[in-house]
């Protein structure tokens, strides 16, 4: 082989080595900006799930957004905002305000004990009673039972004060309350359908069923809590006749017994 084919070959063999380094410089440039588009793609898809987390974070939760929907007032309410919810003969000169909250157990124990008698003298034509409905157990307990029971009472005064009467006992019942450290049994619009169900006046009631399921009475429900924050009731249940609270045994809590409430009512009705 003659020097010169030699040499050719060399500057050949240079040659391809020269394009083959080009064509990986290329090849790892390309590489190399997949990679960056790949990272950027990544980062703003975590920026965006990160945005999209705080947005969600940030958004009103449903009952906050109810404070803004239209207010629905339940019949045999009154007021400008349907929070007057007095039930009784006309007869009667004194009213008993009777302040609970749905997910309250003092307020079963209360039902259940001195409930009927309270139904009864309201049935005597002794007093009317007023009902003042409160959600704080909501923020003290989390979760949203306390105002959506409130919301399907609306539903049921709606219907009728019997109604009304009869669902409050129901859902104070030992069968239907839930427990204080439980699960919130009231957030669930079904379970409270199925309380209605022990009610003449509302079993397979479409018109009451309905109002729970679409919520019509939400929005009274939080107007109904925020009337028990400015009447300035410290707990539940408290029951109050002529500005005065009435108190049992111990001068300080509700009357729990029979007893405490018939001799705390008569001194309230004699004043």
Request: glycine fraction near 8%; include cysteine; hydrophobic fraction near 35%.
């Amino acid at each position: 082989m003659s020097k010169r084919n030699s040499q050719a070959s060399k500057t050949a063999a240079r040659e391809r080595l020269r394009q083959e380094r080009e064509r990986q410089a290329k090849r790892d440039k390309v590489k190399r900006q997949v990679i960056v588009v790949c990272s950027a793609v990544g980062v703003l898809a975590i920026a965006g799930g990160i945005g999209y987390a705080v947005v969600q974070n940030n958004k009103p939760s449903y009952w906050e957004e109810a404070k803004n929907d239209k207010l629905v007032k339940p019949a045999n309410s009154t007021g400008s905002n349907g929070t007057t919810v007095v039930i009784g003969k006309t007869t009667a000169k004194k009213t008993l305000v009777m302040y609970e909250d749905p997910r309250c157990p003092v307020c079963a124990q209360f039902e259940q004990t001195v409930g009927s008698t309270v139904d009864k003298d309201v049935e005597d034509g002794k007093f009317k009673i007023q009902y003042v409905g409160a959600s704080f157990l909501d923020g003290n307990l989390g979760g949203e039972g306390s105002k959506n029971g409130l919301s399907a009472l609306g539903a049921a005064l709606n219907v009728s004060p019997e109604a009304f009467l009869k669902y409050k006992t129901a859902m104070y019942t030992t069968k239907w309350h839930p427990a204080e450290d439980g699960p919130d049994k009231f957030k669930d619009d079904a379970y409270l359908i199925k309380i209605a169900q022990t009610v003449p006046e509302l079993k397979d009631n479409k018109t009451f069923q309905n109002a729970v399921k679409n919520g019509t009475y939400d929005k009274w429900a939080l107007d109904m809590s925020e009337k028990f924050n400015k009447d300035g009731a410290t707990g539940t249940p408290t029951l109050r006749m002529d500005g005065k609270t009435l108190t049992g045994s111990d001068g300080k809590s509700a009357p729990m017994t029979v007893a405490d409430f018939n001799t705390a009512l008569e001194a309230a009705l004699k004043a």
